[in-house]
Every structure is written in C-alpha cells, then in structure tokens.
C-alpha cells in the first residue's frame, strides 16, 4: 500500500478521520445484555445463541413481539431485522433517556453494521451518563479497533478496570495483538479470557487463528469451539480476517466460505467474501455475495460502495491484455493514460524480475481509478490512511493521476510501490511481515529513481527528534495500531531506512535473502538473526544512531528553518528580493527535502526573475526538479527557460518527469513534442502529439500537424497523410500542413513511379 505524503494527508489527520474503516466484521454480541429483570429474557436467548440452540429463533421472536420497546429491539436485532431493531432503539432511548446500557446496545448494533461514527456517538453518550460504564468503554474499544486505531487497546484495559469480569474486552486485547503481528501476546490474552469464561468463544477463535497462521491444524481450539456452539461460523470469519489482514487473501476467501457454509446467514462474513473477491478480480461472484447481503438488509456501507463500484466498472472501465499483463483503465481516460501506464508497467516488472531474480506466475493486473472514492472502496476495511495504491497479490488498484490534485501525486512511484509488493508477496507466498514489504517498496521508490518516493517529512523528522522511531521486532505496529496520527507515515519512512541501511551494510542480496526466509516462515526477529546474525535490540542500537546521523543537519537545524522560512515567505510577499535570495540561500540546505508549496526553491526562483537573472532562477528550479519538485506550474516554467537557454535534451527530461506525475496537461505534451522533433525522437513526439489530443487539446489543427510531421519522420507516410488531412479539415487554410500535404503527396507518386 502507498500512502498520500504526509502533508496532504494532515488535514484529514487534524479532523480525526480515518480515511480506510475497516468494514462489516463480525463482533461477538456481548452477553448480558441491560441490567433490569426484564433482560433476563434477552441474556436466555443469548446464552441459547451463543450455543447454536435450534431454539434461538423462536426466543428472539418472542422478544420481538414484546411491549417493552427495549426487549423488542434486541429481538428485532437477534432476529437480524437491523431496520426495524434501529427504530425500536430509537423509540426505546426516546422513552429511557437516562439509560446509559441501552444506549451501548444500540451503539453495538451500529458496530455490527458497520457504522462507527454513529456508534462512538452513542458510546460517549452513554460515558456522559455514566462514566465508568465497562461496556461503554468496551463500546469504544471496538470503535478504535475497527478503525485500527492506536487508542483501541487503552479502551479495553479501561473496561476491564471497570469491570474486570468484561471477557469481551479481553478478547479484543487478543485481537489487537495479533493484529500488531504479537501472536504470543495474543495467545496470553486469550488464556485469561478462558480464564474468566471457559466459554470464550473469540477467545478460543483467536488461538484456533493463532494455530492455522502458522499452518497449525489448531484442532484443541476449534473442536472446544464446536463442544460449545456446533454451528460457530464466526470462528472461521475471524480466521478469514487475520488471513486478509496478512495478505494472505486466497485463504482468506477459503476460510469465510468455511464460515459460511456453516452459517449462511453470516451476513458480515457474506459481505467480507464478496468485498475479497473483488479485490481479487472475480467480480462476477462478488456482485452474487454482495447482492445477498444487501436483499438480507444487511447493507453496510461497505455492501453498498462495493456494489456501485461494480456497476461503475462494468460500465466504464476497458481492458487491455498482453501475455503477461491485464490493464484495467477508465474508459474516458484510457487513450490518454495506456502509452504511459503500460511502459512503466513493463519496465518495473522487467526491473524486479532480474532484480528479484524472480518471475511472476501468470499474468499481474494494474487497475487505475480516477474517481477517488470508487478506489477507496476498493482499500477499505484495510489498515492505513488516505493510501494512494493497494496490492492484492497479483492485483494493484491505484489512483489515476487525474483522480488527485494536480502535482501531488507521483503515479509512476506509486506503480512501482505496489509491483515491488506484488513480486514480494508472490515469493513469500504472502508470508512477510509488513514493515519489510512496506520498507522494501518505498526503498525500491527510489532505487528506480533518486527523485521519486516521499521526501523527507516534518513528521519523521519530529518522530527522530523525539526518539519515537520503533524498535525492529515492533515496527508492525506502527502500521497497524498507530498512536499518533504521523506514526504511519513515520513507519512507512523507517521501514525504507532500515532496507537502505541492510543494503548499505551487507547489500542488497541480503534484502533477498530475507525475502526467502520469510517465504520459509520466519518471523522478524528470526530472519534478522539468521540473515545479519544479530539480535533485533543489537540492531536497533546500529540502525537508530544510523539514521540520527543521516538526517542531523534536518533535525538539529528543522525549528530555525522553520522560522527562517517564515520570515523569507514574508520578505517574498513584500517582494523585497535581496532578503530572498539572501535569507533563501541560507537555509534551503539546511531541509532540501522540502519541496510542497512555500519552498524555499521556488521563492528564490522568484526572486532571481524580479532580478532579471534567468540562469540563477533557472538553476533553481532544476534544482527543485532533481530533488522532487513536483509542481506541474514550477516545472513546465523550468521547461521553458531551458528551451530558451538552447537545453533541448535537460527540457525533455524535465517534462518527461512531469508527465510521470501528471498526464491531464495538454500544453505540457505540446511542449515536449517539438523538442522530441528536434532530437530526432519521432517516436516520442508521435506519443506526446497524441496525449496532447488524448488530453483534449483545443488546437486540434495544431495537434494533427504536429503528428504528421512526427509520423513522416518515422517514416510512417500514410499515417502522415491520415493526420495532415485531419488537421486541413479542422483548418483549411493553415499553410505549413497545406506545404506538407504536397510533400508527402509527391513522395507517394514518387514511390508509385518506382
Ligand atoms: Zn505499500
């Protein structure tokens, strides 16, 4: 998975919206319903449910039918009718506003649909009515780690202090640390959940899970599961989660139609199935399963999003093969996008494969969304924030780069992010801890080129100031559970330095050989003792005074660059030029790096202009581009003063960066048309011509004329022919296309003669 940088992604952060909710798991209802005699009834009916007992039904039923709206909801609830059970809350809290229990239950059964946002309302709700409420705080708990967010597990200790009986919330701690990749953590938090119920049936899930991620039979568990409950279905459904959480989708899929089978109306495991099988490109089934779930009632947001993003597909989305590719575009972009999306496509997997020294099996898939939210769909109920791109073994679903602002968004980097993954998780068999795959991806960013990949950012320059980096055997966590906002983005920059430092210190066949000893099952701590024969705390202690050292000058000098930069935008605001280049000079080496909006580079461009002084301001600015600059404005202006300073070859590349970020600008491809002619690159003018159409060009005369030439010099005359009669109907009159007309006419009677 790629992320958006840092910087974009902190206004989402600031308002506290977790971009990708995890959606539509299934969470054991709690026993013990409320606390009033009347819950007697619901906790019977609980307790034969949680038992298999045929009688379920028929209990619940009889709840639905009650006058006590309360009752009548849980009934409603445990018959899944969750419409008319949402309304009888609604009426029942109406009626007992000061009835913090009732209002957890209701919020659980937002959880169990998938809403969090409504959910975590009813929660505090319930808190302000009585703070100490243990499933409130259970309520909340679920909420975060749903949202896989870092606070989960601080919610459910608060519940256990406030009830320690709570075997839910204890259950969720084992959750949480196999989630963070802790798998013995998980199994101690299980044992004590068995410990205050012998019936904890999550808790012997987990360690059925625990078992069966290590290709365990995990028999001990699952038979005491199936004593208690022969018909748990959701045992296999957490099983089905942890699987996809680990990438290991194809298993995943095995274990919810285990689930299934067992229990076809386990709507959440339903949803996840048909969600998994998207993701893997079988959306035929995948609209089945999801259409199953939405007549049930069961219509989660997820259920809902999956189903018009299939449509969306269906409708507008073309496909292009080639023996070992599937490319999967917007129809109203594919003519546009296929030349650029392809090439890099081939020259990646050509890279990792001699890289890698591996082939892929079959052939890979790439899909690019330009509606953002029809991609996001296809990332949600996954880990991580606002990502950009999203492997499913051998499926990438990314963003088109006409799905984000202009300029921000390095689509080639992204592309190789996730096939670097692709060929990971194939020679793993999808068994690597996320941290390396995460790491090698964004190291790989770079390696295909120094001015690719994130660059430096406040965040993991504050997290390296504050000591706040992970140690190695716990750097998962910071993907999965983060505790503060940055720690992803700072996990993503740390897993990259930790693969450029083993590639530093040992080289690169290292990093492969730790991909095989992944692939032959060995965890974290194991592959670093075998491959660099250390203790991951000996590591720590050589890569953490490594990486300080590396980034000193940005940590040490970041607080005064700060300030400093703030009084060079006003000396730029104020125009008083001297002070810019002055005070601009000063600090741009001190965060080089820092190349967003406000940087230093281009304020001294700027400034040398308002000097008259084109070659410093040139210079600037390539320094901009060399470092990363992606401003679309800033590099089509470097393009130009290069054409002009007779730096044909240095012009064409920095376009041919721009369009590695952007593709949407007609004017960019007419400029990198005409010095392709010049260099006697017909065939990459022929490109850029046709993007300059592709893009929706108004000078279509223009466009046409500039493709026959690029078409005559390659040699390619009745194309020529085609394209200067198209450009002649657009415009008549327009002289040079009516000259070469006569020219390529009088070459074919030319060549008729002979
Ligand atoms: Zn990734």
Redesign the pocket.
Known sequence: ???QSALLAAAALSAGVYLAQRGGLFHATPVAAQSSQANQQVTQCETLRKHGDPGTTACYERLSMSKDLAIKAEGLWGLRQYFPANDAFRDAVKARPKDANLRVRWGLLYVENSLPGDAADLFKEALDLDANNAKALYGMALVASDAFAGNAADFAEKALKADPSLVEARELLARIALEDNHPEKAVEEAKKALDTSNEALEALSILATVDWLDDKPGKEWIDRVFKINPTYAEAYATAGHFFVINRRYDEGIQYYRKALELKPDLWAARAELGVNLMRFGQNEEARTQLEQCFKANYSSPLVRNSLKLLDSIDKNVETFNTPTTILKLDKKESTLLRPYFQAELDRAMATYEKKYKFKIPGPVQLEVYPNHPDFEVRTMGLPGLG?L???FGKVVAMDSPSGRPPGSFHWASTLW??F??VYVLSMTNHRVPRWF??GL??YEETAASPDWGDRLDPPSIMAMKDKKLLPIADLDRGFIHPTYPEQVFVS?FQGGQVIGFIVEKWGYDKVLAMIHAFGDRKDTVEAIEQELKLKPEEFDQQFLPWVEAKYKKQVEGFESWQQQLKLLSASAKAKKWDDVIKDGNAIRDLYPDFVETGNVYEFLATAYMAKDDQAKAMAELERYSTIGGRSPGALKQLADWQIQAGKKREAAATLERLNLIYLEDETAHEKLGKPYMELKNPNGAIREYQAMLAAGTIDKAGAHFGLAQAFNAANRPADALDEVYTALEAAPGFKPAQALLRELNAKQSGNVKQ
Do not use: F, N, P, Q
């Open positions: 998975m790629r992320l990502a791109g999203v492997t992010h996730e670097s993954h795959t995460e991806a964004v993503y």
